[in-house]
Protein backbone atom coordinates (compact mmCIF):
# COMPACT_ATOMS: atom_id res chain seq x y z
CA UNK A 1 0.00 0.00 0.00
CA UNK A 2 0.95 3.39 0.05
CA UNK A 3 3.62 5.20 2.05
CA UNK A 4 3.38 8.44 3.85
CA UNK A 5 6.24 9.86 5.70
CA UNK A 6 6.31 13.54 7.53
CA UNK A 7 9.69 15.28 8.43
CA UNK A 8 10.87 16.32 10.98
CA UNK A 9 9.26 14.32 13.68
CA UNK A 10 9.58 17.24 16.15
CA UNK A 11 9.99 20.68 16.09
CA UNK A 12 10.65 23.23 18.66
CA UNK A 13 10.54 26.88 17.88
CA UNK A 14 10.00 30.32 19.43
CA UNK A 15 7.15 32.37 18.75
CA UNK A 16 7.32 34.48 15.54
CA UNK A 17 8.92 32.28 13.80
CA UNK A 18 8.56 30.51 10.32
CA UNK A 19 8.24 26.36 9.82
CA UNK A 20 7.79 24.20 6.93
CA UNK A 21 6.49 20.57 7.65
CA UNK A 22 6.70 17.96 4.74
CA UNK A 23 5.16 15.06 3.50
CA UNK A 24 6.93 12.33 1.22
CA UNK A 25 4.14 9.84 -0.30
CA UNK A 26 4.89 6.42 -2.35
CA UNK A 27 2.29 6.86 -5.06
CA UNK A 28 -0.11 8.87 -7.00
CA UNK A 29 -2.86 10.63 -4.94
CA UNK A 30 -6.38 11.43 -5.47
CA UNK A 31 -6.74 13.04 -1.79
CA UNK A 32 -4.23 14.59 0.11
CA UNK A 33 -4.85 16.49 3.44
CA UNK A 34 -3.54 18.16 6.19
CA UNK A 35 -4.75 17.95 9.47
CA UNK A 36 -3.62 19.84 13.05
CA UNK A 37 -4.85 17.67 16.09
CA UNK A 38 -5.52 19.82 19.26
CA UNK A 39 -4.27 18.80 22.62
CA UNK A 40 -8.01 16.92 23.19
CA UNK A 41 -7.43 14.90 19.99
CA UNK A 42 -9.77 16.18 17.65
CA UNK A 43 -8.58 16.14 14.19
CA UNK A 44 -8.96 19.95 12.67
CA UNK A 45 -9.23 20.48 8.76
CA UNK A 46 -5.96 22.67 7.54
CA UNK A 47 -5.71 21.80 3.95
CA UNK A 48 -7.28 19.60 1.18
CA UNK A 49 -4.77 20.02 -1.38
CA UNK A 50 -4.12 16.91 -3.84
CA UNK A 51 -2.13 19.38 -6.00
CA UNK A 52 -1.49 23.14 -6.17
CA UNK A 53 -1.24 25.77 -3.37
CA UNK A 54 -3.70 26.90 -0.85
CA UNK A 55 -3.58 29.91 1.57
CA UNK A 56 -5.03 30.51 4.42
CA UNK A 57 -4.27 33.35 6.65
CA UNK A 58 -1.00 32.33 8.69
CA UNK A 59 -0.87 28.59 6.96
CA UNK A 60 -0.35 27.85 3.65
CA UNK A 61 0.36 24.67 1.85
CA UNK A 62 1.53 23.19 -1.58
CA UNK A 63 1.62 19.97 -3.03
CA UNK A 64 3.91 18.57 -6.07
CA UNK A 65 1.64 15.84 -7.34
CA UNK A 66 4.63 14.68 -9.93
CA UNK A 67 7.01 14.69 -7.09
CA UNK A 68 5.21 13.18 -4.44
CA UNK A 69 5.24 15.59 -1.88
CA UNK A 70 3.62 18.18 0.13
CA UNK A 71 4.61 21.17 2.56
CA UNK A 72 3.29 22.98 5.43
CA UNK A 73 4.07 26.16 5.90
CA UNK A 74 3.56 27.92 9.17
CA UNK A 75 4.18 31.91 9.57
CA UNK A 76 4.87 34.42 12.62
CA UNK A 77 4.25 30.72 14.83
CA UNK A 78 1.55 31.56 17.75
CA UNK A 79 1.35 29.03 21.05
CA UNK A 80 -1.92 27.69 19.99
CA UNK A 81 -0.26 26.57 16.64
CA UNK A 82 1.47 23.66 19.05
CA UNK A 83 0.04 20.14 18.18
CA UNK A 84 0.64 17.19 16.00
CA UNK A 85 -0.12 18.24 12.58
CA UNK A 86 -0.94 15.12 10.51
CA UNK A 87 -0.76 14.21 6.41
CA UNK A 88 -2.73 11.93 5.09
CA UNK A 89 -3.24 11.00 1.91
CA UNK A 90 -5.82 8.78 -0.08
CA UNK A 91 -4.40 6.51 -3.15
CA UNK A 92 -6.11 6.00 -6.23
CA UNK A 93 -8.90 3.81 -5.89
CA UNK A 94 -8.29 3.34 -2.53
CA UNK A 95 -11.49 5.44 -0.59
CA UNK A 96 -9.14 5.36 2.45
CA UNK A 97 -6.74 7.94 4.14
CA UNK A 98 -3.68 6.66 4.99
CA UNK A 99 -1.71 8.69 8.02
CA UNK A 100 1.76 9.71 8.37
CA UNK A 101 3.38 9.57 11.79
CA UNK A 102 2.91 13.44 12.31
CA UNK A 103 5.42 16.25 13.28
CA UNK A 104 4.62 17.33 16.83
CA UNK A 105 5.28 21.28 16.74
CA UNK A 106 5.68 22.95 20.48
CA UNK A 107 5.69 27.08 19.96
CA UNK A 108 7.01 28.43 22.93
CA UNK A 109 6.39 31.89 23.81
CA UNK B 1 -17.14 22.52 15.38
CA UNK B 2 -16.71 19.90 12.00
CA UNK B 3 -20.33 18.79 11.75
CA UNK B 4 -19.93 15.46 13.05
CA UNK B 5 -20.68 14.68 16.80
CA UNK B 6 -19.13 10.95 18.83
CA UNK B 7 -20.40 10.22 21.76
CA UNK B 8 -19.36 8.96 24.69
CA UNK B 9 -16.20 11.50 24.48
CA UNK B 10 -14.86 9.05 27.15
CA UNK B 11 -15.19 5.48 27.86
CA UNK B 12 -13.50 2.84 30.08
CA UNK B 13 -14.70 -0.53 30.27
CA UNK B 14 -14.05 -3.88 31.52
CA UNK B 15 -12.77 -7.56 29.52
CA UNK B 16 -16.21 -8.74 29.73
CA UNK B 17 -18.47 -5.60 29.13
CA UNK B 18 -20.64 -4.58 25.90
CA UNK B 19 -20.58 -1.10 24.81
CA UNK B 20 -21.16 0.88 21.91
CA UNK B 21 -19.55 4.06 20.47
CA UNK B 22 -21.97 6.65 18.50
CA UNK B 23 -21.22 9.13 15.37
CA UNK B 24 -23.97 11.20 13.84
CA UNK B 25 -22.70 13.65 10.80
CA UNK B 26 -25.34 17.05 10.24
CA UNK B 27 -23.34 17.15 7.17
CA UNK B 28 -25.27 15.36 4.33
CA UNK B 29 -23.05 13.45 3.78
CA UNK B 30 -22.91 9.86 1.98
CA UNK B 31 -19.90 8.37 3.40
CA UNK B 32 -18.99 7.21 7.03
CA UNK B 33 -15.63 5.75 8.39
CA UNK B 34 -14.19 4.80 12.17
CA UNK B 35 -10.29 5.08 12.17
CA UNK B 36 -8.51 4.35 15.52
CA UNK B 37 -5.20 6.09 17.08
CA UNK B 38 -2.98 4.13 19.60
CA UNK B 39 -0.32 5.51 21.53
CA UNK B 40 2.38 3.96 19.70
CA UNK B 41 0.84 3.30 15.86
CA UNK B 42 -0.18 5.72 13.70
CA UNK B 43 -4.21 6.51 12.64
CA UNK B 44 -5.49 3.54 10.88
CA UNK B 45 -8.71 2.97 9.02
CA UNK B 46 -10.79 0.55 10.45
CA UNK B 47 -14.09 0.11 8.27
CA UNK B 48 -15.82 2.27 5.37
CA UNK B 49 -19.67 2.63 4.58
CA UNK B 50 -21.13 4.21 1.62
CA UNK B 51 -24.65 4.62 1.78
CA UNK B 52 -25.19 2.34 4.74
CA UNK B 53 -23.30 -0.54 3.01
CA UNK B 54 -19.98 -1.36 4.53
CA UNK B 55 -17.12 -1.07 1.67
CA UNK B 56 -13.95 -2.00 3.70
CA UNK B 57 -12.85 -4.24 6.50
CA UNK B 58 -9.61 -3.03 7.54
CA UNK B 59 -8.53 -7.02 8.64
CA UNK B 60 -10.48 -5.66 12.25
CA UNK B 61 -10.76 -8.62 15.01
CA UNK B 62 -14.63 -9.62 15.16
CA UNK B 63 -15.18 -8.20 18.48
CA UNK B 64 -15.59 -4.92 17.16
CA UNK B 65 -18.78 -4.89 15.24
CA UNK B 66 -19.57 -1.59 12.99
CA UNK B 67 -23.36 -0.86 12.23
CA UNK B 68 -24.73 2.18 9.74
CA UNK B 69 -28.39 1.71 9.91
CA UNK B 70 -28.56 5.38 7.92
CA UNK B 71 -26.32 7.85 5.98
CA UNK B 72 -26.19 9.96 9.14
CA UNK B 73 -25.30 7.49 12.15
CA UNK B 74 -22.73 5.52 12.37
CA UNK B 75 -22.13 2.66 15.69
CA UNK B 76 -19.25 0.37 16.48
CA UNK B 77 -20.36 -1.91 19.37
CA UNK B 78 -17.58 -3.60 21.27
CA UNK B 79 -17.42 -6.67 23.38
CA UNK B 80 -14.80 -8.64 25.29
CA UNK B 81 -12.35 -6.30 23.96
CA UNK B 82 -8.27 -6.44 25.28
CA UNK B 83 -6.51 -3.56 27.31
CA UNK B 84 -4.72 -3.19 24.04
CA UNK B 85 -7.89 -1.55 22.53
CA UNK B 86 -7.58 1.17 24.22
CA UNK B 87 -7.17 4.07 21.92
CA UNK B 88 -8.69 7.37 20.80
CA UNK B 89 -11.54 6.23 18.24
CA UNK B 90 -12.26 8.60 15.80
CA UNK B 91 -15.31 9.22 12.84
CA UNK B 92 -15.28 10.88 9.90
CA UNK B 93 -17.77 11.33 7.38
CA UNK B 94 -17.42 12.96 3.31
CA UNK B 95 -19.46 13.48 0.64
CA UNK B 96 -16.65 13.71 -1.72
CA UNK B 97 -12.55 12.85 -1.28
CA UNK B 98 -12.36 15.59 1.68
CA UNK B 99 -12.93 13.80 5.24
CA UNK B 100 -14.08 15.55 8.53
CA UNK B 101 -13.30 13.85 11.61
CA UNK B 102 -15.15 13.83 14.70
CA UNK B 103 -13.69 14.65 18.47
CA UNK B 104 -13.41 10.54 18.87
CA UNK B 105 -13.96 8.76 22.11
CA UNK B 106 -10.79 8.06 24.26
CA UNK B 107 -11.64 4.22 25.35
CA UNK B 108 -9.95 2.87 28.26
CA UNK B 109 -9.93 -1.03 28.28
CA UNK B 110 -9.73 -2.79 32.11
Known amino acids: GIQVEQSPPDLILQEGANSTLRCNFSDSVNNLQWFHQNPWGQLINLFY???GTKQNGRLSATTVATERYSLLYISSSQTTDSGVYFC???????????FGQGTRLTINP | ETGVTQTPRHLVMGMTNKKSLKCEQHLGHNAMYWYKQSAKKPLELMFV???????ENNSVPSRFSPECPNSSHLFLHLHTLQPEDSALYLC?????????FGPGTRLTVL
Open chain 2, 92 to 100: ASSIGLEQF
Open chain 2, 49 to 55: YNFKEQT
Open chain 1, 49 to 51: IPS
Open chain 1, 88 to 98: AVEGQGAQKLV
